[in-house]
């Protein structure tokens, strides 16, 4: 997988946007001082104690901020909007309604980069489940979270040559051998998280990639912040940079978050996921003791950090309902929405619909051995809480698996 485009430089100009939102700020709230020489010494006093009432971070508050009720007001008002339209839970199917007839008698392997990662888990058990409907036979082959593991799964899948193999959630370039080797037995393969962007891919060859867009969950994540802030947050954004998806997403949430002068990114924080339960508690601390009440939000690639993050922050003597108040850009699995749902240290989660990818992941299949093209389909992002969850432990929207059935005649 090649290595996405850097951010703009809109994600990179924090001071800048800080100092014009201080100036225009200074502007309109601080009433102006008298121009006569008379008034010189005036002038110095009053412009002191504006300046200091001005200041970014004075007010108790830390919702507050020198640009006054919303830091950023257009941008505030579309982001809310957004955010509005994500959680709703009574959207309808979106996806295909035609498409061919079941094809019999299939076998697909799904080979999971680790079954302890609980969104490749959980998009696999969406494919044991449409399986079952469409009535063909799934192995699961387990990578064990190691490149040695993976690519010995994927040799295992390539022998037994079954119908289709699913790339359940790791690069395909680092197992290019056994790609060649599939090809040239005629195998399809569909990723699931494999790959940056949804659908076809050509380098690597696959007859689709299934996941959300990239670009949406990172907006939508930051608008989040934009929104529930309402313009006003110190953020600290989580990520991993040593995957070039997660750093792509990471790149975006700040690029996105910079489009709001009263958004202020205190912190950009590497761990990688492998480290994320030893090293995420010392660097919350960390952050605890720099920023103190100024850090108001945070975003994470990946729901993960933040279970590694509640220690620290019960410890530093924080409620469980926030500030910091987090939202995790990824997966969504059953962990996050328990935190979500008991104010545990996490507020929100752009959730994958797991179960919907897998039943798509075997349309796709389907259409393929069909000789037909790829749906296209893209599922919508969502965004869950405690106030639209409903005690759910997933994101499961509604209709897809009638849909799936009226098209494979099942």
Not at 140 to 147: A, H, L, Q, S, W
Not at 246 to 268: M, P
């Amino acid at each position: 997988m090649s290595e996405p485009s850097p951010p703009g430089p809109a994600a990179f100009s924090r001071s800048s946007l800080r100092e014009e939102s201080f100036v225009q700020h200074t502007r309109k709230a601080c009433p102006a001082a008298p121009r006569t020489r008379s008034a010189a010494t005036a002038l110095l006093a009053a412009t002191a104690v504006l300046l200091a009432g001005c200041e970014r971070g004075s007010s108790g508050d830390p919702a507050e901020s020198a640009s006054g009720p919303s830091g950023c007001p257009a941008v505030h008002a579309e982001a809310r909007a957004a955010v509005s339209r994500a959680e709703r839970t009574d959207i309808p199917w979106n996806g295909p309604t035609t498409g061919p007839r079941a094809v019999t008698g299939e076998t697909i392997v799904y080979v999971a980069q680790t079954m302890t990662n609980p969104g490749v888990a959980g998009a696999a058990a969406g494919v044991r489940e449409a399986a079952r409907v469409i009535g063909w036979n799934v192995r699961v082959i387990d990578g064990g979270g190691t490149p040695a593991g993976i690519q010995a799964a994927m040799s295992e899948a390539v022998a037994l040559r079954p119908s289709g193999i699913v790339i359940g959630g790791f690069d395909p370039n680092t197992t290019s051998q056994q790609l060649a080797r599939a090809d040239a037995a005629g195998i399809p393969l569909i990723g699931w998280h494999a790959v940056a962007a949804p659908g076809p891919s050509r380098r690597p060859a696959l007859f689709t990639n299934v996941t959300t867009q990239v670009e949406d969950v990172a907006r939508i994540s930051a608008q989040w912040v934009i929104s529930t802030s309402q313009g006003n947050a110190g953020v600290v954004v989580l990520t991993d940079a040593s995957i070039p998806f997660a750093k792509h997403k990471s790149d975006l949430i700040r690029e996105e978050l910079a489009t709001c002068s009263g958004v202020n990114l205190l912190s950009y924080e590497n761990i990688p996921i492998p480290d994320a339960s030893s090293r995420t508690p010392r660097v919350v601390s960390s952050l605890l003791s720099r920023f103190q009440d100024r850090w108001t939000h945070s975003v994470a690639i990946n729901d993960l950090y933040f279970a590694d993050a509640a220690p620290a922050l019960r410890a530093a003597g924080k409620d469980g309902s926030g500030p910091p108040f987090n939202i995790g850009a990824g997966d969504g699995d059953p962990s996050a929405f328990q935190r979500i749902n008991n104010e545990q240290y996490q507020a929100a989660t752009v959730p994958e619909p797991l179960s919907l990818q897998g039943w798509q992941i075997v349309d796709e299949f389907n259409r393929a051995f069909s000789g037909r093209p790829a749906s296209g389909y893209v599922a919508p992002v969502h965004i869950s809480t405690a106030d639209n969850s409903d005690g759910a432990t997933s994101w499961d929207p509604s209709g897809y698996r009638d849909g799936y059935r009226k098209i494979w005649g099942r």
